[in-house]
Every structure is written in C-alpha cells, then in structure tokens.
Nanobody, 124 residues
C-alpha cells in the first residue's frame, strides 16, 4: 500500500524559505508522477508542482513558478518542495500526491494516493 508522509511545514515570515519533504513507500514509483497540491481554508485544492519519477520532468503553477522547486531523491524515495520568497497567499495545507493516470498533471483526479498534509503559514 502506498504511503506518503509530508513534513517540513511551519510558521514563517514573508520572504522566508521552507523545504517540504514527502517520504514515499509501499511500491516502486518508477512510472509515477509525484505532485504537491495546497488547500487554503474555504478554497479548492490547487496544483502547485509535479515531477515525473523517471526523467524528472517538472511542472509548476504560474503562481509559484520561479519561487518553488520540486525535486526527488530516487535513492531515498523522497520528494521535496523548496519554497523561497514565501508570501502570505502561500498559506495553506500542503499535500503530497502520487499517481499513474494519464490525465493532466494539474488535476487532483490524476493522483490516486495522498498524504495527510503539512501546514504552511506565512505571516506578513
């Protein structure tokens, strides 16, 4: 069974950096895409970034492009989200996801497995 465990969230000031980690276990992820989504209170879950486990192709939401970087360590089975120049509007619960679907990277429905989330709060 796939298990995704996020860590690294916290309370930081605007302009700061955080690195989120997602420890993945339960199967070989060679053909998977790994994604980060976020959800703020009262808002829909939105795509942040994704990476193909094989090849490392990355995708980003326009709102985080140039500030966030997704990467993976295939030896450790960990996916990272480096977040720089954080803004108050980045405040949300951040979720790690894994999926095999051929649907668009940007859709939550393309991911069949989800972690419990880690809270990121950015104060102004």
């Amino acid at each position: 069974q796939v298990q995704l465990v996020e860590s690294g969230g916290g309370l930081v000031q605007a302009g700061s950096s955080l690195r989120l980690s997602c420890a993945a276990s339960g199967r070989t992820f060679t053909n998977y895409r790994m994604g980060w989504f976020r959800q703020a209170p009262g808002k829909a879950r939105e795509f942040v970034a994704s990476i193909r486990w094989s090849g490392g192709i990355t995708y980003y939401a326009n709102s985080v492009k140039g500030r966030f970087t997704i990467s993976r360590d295939t030896a450790k089975n960990v996916v990272y989200l480096q977040m720089n120049s954080l803004k108050p509007e980045d405040t949300a619960m951040y979720y790690c996801a894994a999926g095999l679907s051929l649907a668009s990277e940007y859709l939550a429905s393309a991911y069949g497995f989800w972690g419990q989330g880690t809270q990121v709060t950015v104060s102004s």
